[in-house]
C-alpha cells in the first residue's frame, strides 16, 4: 500500500493524459482500449492505473481505492467534490456544457423568468441549478445517454448535455442555445492520501502541473 494509484477513465481521457504521463516519466504497461485489464501496471514499479467509467472516478478517490484521479468538470459538479482536492485543471477533455433544443423551438420564450420547460439531462444537479438561476421552472428527466433524441420524439423540449464539435447536434437537427460553463478535466486527489502520504504524491503533483503549463 506504499505505491501511487492513479484512477482514470478510458477514451478520451486516457489519450489525453498519456501525455502528461509521459512527462512524468510514467509509460502504461498495457493500452486498455485493447486490454481488458482493469489494473494496468506503469513502468513505474510504485505507480499504477485503474481502469474506471468516467462517472465513478470520484468515487474511487473519494474513498481511497485511489489516491488520485483524472475526472471531467462535469463529472464532478454532480459528485459534489466530497473528500476531494481538485490542485489542478489539465486543460484537457476540452468541451462545454450546454443547452440545446430541436431546431426552430422557441427557446426564449421558454426561458424567460416563470417559463417552464421540460429538460432532460445526465446532468441533473448542473442543470437543476442552471434553470434556477434564470427564474425557470423545470421538469428534468434523468438520461444516462443519448441525449439528443429526447427533443426528436417529445420526450423533452431541451436537453443539457456536452458538446465540443457540435456533430452530433447537427446530425440530428438540433442546436445550441445557451452555454452552462467550459469544461475540462481535473487533477483529483484523496484529501486524506494528499496529507498522510504528501511526500510520494506532491512530485507526481509537481510533474503533472509543470506538463499543464509546457
Ligand atoms: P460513456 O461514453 O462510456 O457513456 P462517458 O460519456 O461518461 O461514458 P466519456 O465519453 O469517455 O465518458 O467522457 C468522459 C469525459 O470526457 C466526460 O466526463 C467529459 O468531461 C469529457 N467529454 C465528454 N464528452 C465530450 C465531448 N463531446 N468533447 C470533449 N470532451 C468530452
Ligand atoms: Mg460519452
Known amino acids: 500500500m506504499s505505491g501511487i494509484t492513479l484512477a482514470l477513465s478510458k477514451g478520451r ?4 493524459t498519456l501525455p502528461l504521463l509521459a512527462a512524468a516519466g510514467i509509460t502504461p504497461a498495457d493500452d486498455p482500449e485493447r486490454s481488458r485489464k482493469l489494473i ?4 513505474r514499479p510504485d505507480v499504477r492505473l485503474l481502469i474506471v467509467r468516467a462517472t465513478d472516478t470520484p468515487a474511487y478517490v473519494q474513498h481511497g481505492a485511489a489516491d488520485l484521479g483524472i475526472a471531467g468538470k462535469d463529472v464532478l459538479l454532480e459528485h459534489g467534490g466530497a473528500g476531494l482536492y481538485q490542485p489542478l485543471d ?3 477533455a476540452r468541451c462545454r456544457l450546454c443547452v440545446a433544443v430541436k431546431k426552430g423551438f422557441d427557446y426564449a420564450a421558454a426561458a424567460r423568468p416563470g417559463g417552464r420547460i421540460r429538460v432532460a439531462t445526465k446532468y441533473i444537479d448542473s442543470a437543476k441549478a442552471h434553470f434556477a438561476g434564470k427564474g425557470m421552472h423545470v421538469d428534468l428527466i434523468k438520461l444516462y445517454g443519448s441525449m439528443e433524441l429526447a427533443p426528436l420524439v417529445g420526450l423533452a423540449e431541451a436537453i443539457v448535455d456536452l458538446v465540443s464539435s457540435g456533430g452530433t447536434l447537427r446530425a ?3 442546436e445550441e442555445v445557451e452555454e452552462i460553463m467550459p469544461i475540462s478535466a481535473r487533477l483529483i ?3 486524506a492520501a494528499l ?4 511526500e510520494r504524491l506532491q512530485p507526481l503533483l509537481d510533474a503533472f502541473a509543470a506538463a499543464v503549463r509546457a
Do not use: M, S, W, Y
Request: charged letters at 20%.
Open 195 to 198: 496529507k498522510l502520504r504528501h
Open 90 to 92: 489539465l486543460g484537457i
Open 40 to 43: 494496468i501496471a506503469t513502468n
Open 172 to 174: 440530428n437537427g438540433l
Open 13 to 16: 481521457i486516457f489519450e489525453e
Open 189 to 191: 486527489v484523496n484529501q
